[in-house]
């Protein structure tokens, strides 16, 4: 059964780079999380979309923004990279209505 | 505010032993859905169980077997004769129930770390 797909899986960034993350739900799921993991730390919810639009917003900082597009798929830009940034960013998918979330492997982000 | 505790940050226990890791919740919505996951130590979110409020049966899934008491408002899971390979990290987490919309965010507790030896 096809998953969901993030990448990339590892990223390595500098301090103030941009980064983008990607993130392919699994098909006909018209809803995707995001969260953020930090070392030694619970994930905690960034931001929602759902049919495209977003739906809630938690502790995402504003040098981030995300969006889905047309085809579901959806993106969290991070600017102005920051060392306390480095985390593990899940993304997790599901269908409409349902409080099930499939999460994807995750993307290692370490900024440097 | 939804809230979810889990007071146990580490529990190390031998192999075949019994164990079971609190969850305390707390939510002022009626309809919620309660939820475990465990993360190995490659990183990954695994699904394991999901509980609605408006069902109290408790589950048995192999050696794995869940408590929901809403009286308590506890969950609490119940590893029978552990394996080294459930050493990881397991996180309950809470979602409050939308009606007509597709927003279930979740919630985790700061998760217990289990170290099963051999």
């Known amino acids: 059964a096809a998953g969901v797909i993030q990448s990339p899986r590892h990223l390595i960034k500098e301090k103030r780079e941009t980064a983008t993350l990607k993130c392919y739900p699994i098909?006909?799921?018209?809803?995707v999380y995001w969260y953020q993991q930090g070392p030694g730390q619970d994930p905690q919810f960034l931001i929602s979309?759902?049919?495209?639009?977003?739906?809630d917003k938690g502790s995402i900082p504003d040098r981030f923004s995300a969006q889905q597009f047309s085809d579901y798929h959806s993106e969290l830009n991070m600017s102005s990279l920051e060392l306390g940034d480095s985390a593990l960013y899940f993304c997790?998918?599901?269908?409409?209505?349902?409080?099930?979330?499939?999460f994807g492997p995750g993307t290692r982000l370490t900024v440097t | 505010a939804q809230k979810v505790t889990q007071a146990q940050t580490e529990i190390s226990v031998v192999e075949k032993e019994d164990v079971t890791l609190d969850c305390v919740y707390e939510?002022?919505?009626?309809?919620?859905?309660l939820f475990w996951y465990k993360q190995p130590p490659s990183g990954e979110l695994v699904f394991l169980i999901r509980?609605?409020?408006?069902?109290?049966q408790n589950e048995i899934s192999g050696r794995y077997s869940w408590n929901f008491q809403k009286s308590t408002s506890s969950f609490n899971f119940t590893i029978t004769a552990s394996q080294v390979v459930d050493s990881a990290v397991y996180f309950c987490?809470?979602?409050?129930?939308?009606?007509?919309?597709?927003?279930?965010?979740?919630?985790f507790g700061k998760g217990t770390l289990l170290t099963v030896n051999p």
């Open positions: 509980r609605n409020s408006f069902d109290e």
């Open positions: 979309f759902y049919e495209k639009m977003q739906s």
């Open positions: 997790a998918s599901s269908p409409a209505g349902t409080p099930e979330q499939y």
């Open positions: 939510t002022r919505d009626t309809t919620y859905y």
């Open positions: 098909p006909r799921h018209d809803t």
């Open positions: 987490a809470l979602s409050e129930g939308r009606r007509g919309g597709s927003n279930y965010k979740l919630t």
